[in-house]
C-alpha cells in the first residue's frame, strides 16, 4: 500500500501510468471507429456521432457533415453512432428511420445493402489489423530489428536440449523445417509448443545435424499473468559479434509486419483454445488496470517504440475481440447478417433486441472478470 500511495502522492500515477495507457487505448479505439466511420462514408451513410470513450462529453465538435467529433469521461473505448442506430452498440432504431424522409432514408444504415452493412461493420477490426501490421512494419523499417545470432552458448544440466544431444558452439538453422535467423525466432517457436516433439537443425564442425527435442512446459510469470510454454533449456551466445542489426527494405518490412501480426493472431487462438480445453489458466485475462501497469513498464523502459508496439499487439487484440459472434460486438452483427444472407431476411426486430441484451450482459460479466483478475494481480505485486 505504501508502493500506491507514493505513486498518487508523487503524481508518478498520472506521467507514469494513466498518459501512456491512455496514449496507447485512444490509438487503437480511434484506428479501429475510423475503419467504421470511412466505410460508411463511402458507402454513403450519415455518420451522427464519432465518440472517443463513453459517458459525458469532456469535449468536441461539429464537422461540415453534420458529424460530433466527441471526447468523452470514461475512456474505455469508443463507438460510431450511424443515421438509423439506436445506441451505441448499433442497434437498428426501425421507427426513427419510418419518420425519415425518402433522401434521409437512403443515407441511414439499416438501408444500405447487405453487403455494404457487412464492410461497414467488418472495417473496425480490418482497420485494427492494418495499424498493428503499419507499426510493425514502420518499426522495423526506420530502426531495423536488434538480432541475437541463434548460437547455443550453453546447455541447462537435466534440460530437454541436453537429453537431445544439443551442445554448445551449436549454431541452430531451423527448427521443424522452419527457418531460423534469430535466437527470438528459436524461442517464438519452442515457446509456443511445449510438450510436442520438434525437430532441430543445428550446424556442427562443418556439418548439419537434426536432433529431437521435446520442449518442457515450464511457467513464467510476466506482467500479464503467468504463462505456460516451452523451453529446452539452452542459454544464449553473450558475445557482442554475435548481435547484428538487421535492416529491412520497404517490401520486406511490410511482409514482417504481416508475420508479426499473424503471430499475435496465432498465439491468440493458440491461448483460447488452451482455455476452452483447460490447458491454460485464465489469469493471463487483463481489463484496463492491467494494461495501464504495462503501458507504464513499456513507456518507461521502451519508450515511444515500445509503447507503439504494445498499441500493435493491443490493436490486434481488440480485432479478433470484436470478430466474436457475440451481439454488440461487430461479430454479432456480422452473425446477424449471415442469417440474413441466408435467410433472405433478417433476423425479428424482437430477436435482435433479445440477442442485445445478451450479448450486452455477456460482455459486462466479461469486463467484470477481467478488472477482478487485474485488482488480484495487482495486489499480489505489492
Known sequence: MEFAASLWNSGHFLLGYLLPFLFVLTLVVFVHELGHFLVGRWCGVDVKTFSIGFGREIFGFDDRHGTRWRFALIPLGGYVKFSGDADAASAPDDAAVERMSAQERARSFPEQSLGERAAIVAAGPVANFLLAILIFAGSVFFFGKQVLVPRVDAIVAGS???????????????????????????????????????????????????????????????????????????????????????????????????????????????????????????????????????????????????????????????????????????????????????????????????????????????????????????????
Open 160 to 382: 530437454a536440449a541436453e537429453r537431445a544431444g544439443l551442445k554448445a558452439g551449436d549454431l541452430v538453422i531451423a527448427v521443424d523445417g522452419e527457418p531460423v535467423l534469430s535466437f527470438a525466432d528459436m524461442q517464438r517457436i519452442v515457446s509456443t509448443r511445449p510438450e510436442e516433439r520438434l525437430e532441430v537443425s543445428v550446424e556442427r564442425d562443418g556439418g548439419t545435424l537434426i536432433l529431437p527435442v521435446t520442449p518442457a512446459l515450464t511457467e513464467m510469470k510476466t506482467a500479464f499473468g503467468t504463462q505456460r510454454i516451452g523451453v529446452i533449456g539452452i542459454k544464449a551466445s553473450p558475445r557482442p559479434e554475435d548481435w547484428k542489426l538487421q535492416r529491412f527494405g520497404p517490401a520486406e518490412s511490410v511482409r514482417a509486419g504481416f508475420t508479426e501480426t499473424w503471430f499475435v493472431v496465432t498465439r491468440t487462438y493458440d491461448y483460447v483454445a488452451k482455455l476452452l480445453t483447460g490447458r491454460e489458466s485464465t489469469d493471463q485475462l487483463s481489463g484496463p488496470i492491467r494494461i495501464a501497469q504495462v503501458s507504464g513498464v513499456v513507456a518507461s523502459s521502451g519508450g515511444l517504440i515500445g509503447l507503439l508496439n504494445l498499441a500493435a499487439i493491443l490493436s490486434v487484440s481488440i480485432g479478433l475481440m470484436n470478430l466474436v459472434p457475440i451481439p454488440m460486438l461487430d461479430g454479432g452483427h456480422l452473425l446477424f447478417y449471415l442469417y440474413e444472407g441466408v435467410r433472405g431476411r433478417p433476423l425479428s426486430p424482437r430477436a435482435q433486441e433479445i440477442g442485445f441484451r445478451l450479448g450486452l450482459a455477456l460482455v459486462l460479466m466479461l469486463m467484470l472478470f477481467v478488472t477482478w483478475n487485474d485488482i488480484v494481480h495487482v495486489r499480489a505485486m505489492l
